[in-house]
């Protein structure tokens, strides 16, 4: 356990950013798992609403570092080419 007051100020501050980026990184992938679910039920309507709640999700985590931008490009390529192949 650190003994100066800064130190103590910065284990504070990580553990709550910690938190911070859990809780975006999980809101991603839910709706990321959310979305794909309804792809597979064929619900064209509703997963072209959810694919917008997603792609905020996904940015979300892209600016606050939690995903590489390549790999939030790629999600969002990849779930708007599954909602657009959807008949």
Not at 30 to 40: F, P, Q, R, V, Y
């Amino acid at each position: 356990m650190p003994n100066i007051k800064s130190a103590k100020k910065r284990v504070l501050t990580s553990e709550r950013k910690c938190q911070e980026n859990i809780l975006v990184d999980s809101r991603m992938k839910n709706s990321i798992k959310k979305l794909e679910k309804t792809i597979k039920e064929g619900k064209k309507e509703e997963s072209q609403e959810l694919l917008k709640t997603t792609f905020k999700n996904i940015d979300k985590a892209q600016d606050i570092n939690i995903v590489h931008p390549n790999k939030a490009a790629r999600l969002k390529s990849r779930l708007t080419k599954s909602v657009n192949g959807m008949e």
